[in-house]
């Protein structure tokens, strides 16, 4: 049995837009395993067989039939084969389950199964057992999924792919590197996918921030914020950003951040998404007021971060005050970046 661990994530980051993103200490965990296949005679149906030795009591022996499953194997696409062979467990966000259409871990697995032609000899089941990214906040719950399934097909199909190209093919899904790349190596990543392939190179971040991470009880659509941009920008907007986010990651190279909330600034996305979430101004408004050091939108919203010193408390505490007295409902918490990015753990071993 494995676990695969995938950190949530936050992109554009100011004037980063859709070339910067870093990993959160906010964590999905998933745990799948590979058993063995044996054919029921009484039920005359296929179930999965586990060594009970290993768990300290003896299971009567079945009489396999694999051939009987594999007869039409090759009739079979890779998708409908597979699918027949995945069993999911637990995907459940408030109470509702997750159809499998709906299941990018899901769709993202048999994706590469279908790329490399492979068909599963065993049965697969993979269980959400941790579930603390906020769904469609901004905070990369998309990215987080896609990166686990790659991950499990990695190792499924002992592919032994490196991080690189993890982070290439999940790209490739996503459609866009921001969030995915900090989700597979940590840190903070600048990244590129065009005709090139996949470009990235990691960022210094200061070791004196935290993160204010607010998120409140409603989404905003990608697709609409993505319709409220401008279709033409204007040439000093684009300088200005082009300056700004320069200083940026010079700034934090340097692990300075005297002057962050200048770097922060954007006028390419955020004028025109911070629309589209309540009280996202005052709250900006607030946090400067409080003394942060920059203030962003993650992602296209609906999580709003602070930028502010390590282990301020104090912060955390006035603004979660603040917050209490808007109409929505507003979490937050005291976040530090992740460093490490995704991992598969091996936790427990079936013989099959």
Same mark, same amino acid.
């Given at each position: ?129 941790? $579930?603390?990214?906020?769904?469609? @906040? *901004? /905070?990369? =719950? #998309? &990215?987080?999924? %896609? ?5 499990? +097909? ?35 990543? $600048?990244?590129?996918?065009?005709? @090139? *392939? /996949?470009? =990235? #190179? &990691?960022?210094? %971040? ?5 993160? +204010? ?35 940026? $990651? ?57 930028? $502010? ?44």
């Amino acid at each position: 049995m494995y676990r695969v661990v995938v950190p949530a994530t936050t992109a554009n980051m100011g004037s980063g837009f859709d070339c910067l993103g870093m990993a959160l200490k906010i964590y999905n965990e998933f745990v799948f395993e590979l058993r063995d296949l044996s054919f029921d005679l009484k039920s005359n149906s296929l179930e999965a067989k586990t060594d009970r030795k290993i768990l300290g009591f003896e299971q009567k022996p079945k009489i396999k039939e694999i051939d009987k499953l594999n007869k039409n194997k090759e009739f079979q696409s890779v998708e409908s084969y597979n699918d027949n062979l995945i069993e999911l467990k637990n995907f459940k966000f408030n109470g509702v389950e997750l159809e499998r259409e709906d299941n990018l871990l899901y769709k993202s697995l048999l994706e590469v199964f279908k790329s490399y032609n492979y068909k599963l000899n065993k049965k697969l089941i993979i269980t959400q057992s941790k $579930i603390n990214i906020p769904l469609s @906040r *901004g /905070l990369g =719950s #998309s &990215a987080s999924a %896609i990166v686990a399934g790659v991950l499990i +097909a990695n190792e499924v199909m002992n592919l032994n792919l490196d991080k690189s190209k993890i982070a290439q093919i999940a790209s490739n899904i996503e459609g866009h590197p921001d969030n995915v790349v900090p989700c597979v190596f940590g840190g903070m990543q $600048i990244s590129s996918l065009d005709e @090139r *392939g /996949l470009n =990235s #190179s &990691a960022v210094k %971040i200061p070791s004196s921030i935290d993160f +204010a991470v607010m998120y409140p009880d409603f989404k905003t659509s990608t697709n609409e914020a993505r319709k409220v941009l401008p279709k033409y920008y204007d040439a000093k907007s684009c300088v200005i950003n082009i300056y700004n986010v320069a200083m940026l $990651i010079n700034l934090f190279n340097n692990e300075d951040v005297s002057n962050l909330r200048l770097a922060f600034n954007d006028k390419i996305h955020e004028p025109y998404r911070i629309k589209l979430i309540n009280n996202a101004v005052d709250i900006f408004d607030k946090a400067k007021e409080l003394n942060s050091y920059a203030d962003f939108i993650s992602g296209s919203g609906s999580t709003l971060i602070s930028i $502010i010193p390590k282990n301020n408390y104090e912060f955390i505490k006035n603004m979660k005050k603040y917050l209490k007295n808007l109409d929505n409902h507003w979490n937050i918490n005291l976040v530090s970046y992740d460093e490490k990015g995704s991992c598969v753990e091996k936790v427990f071993s079936n013989i099959v």
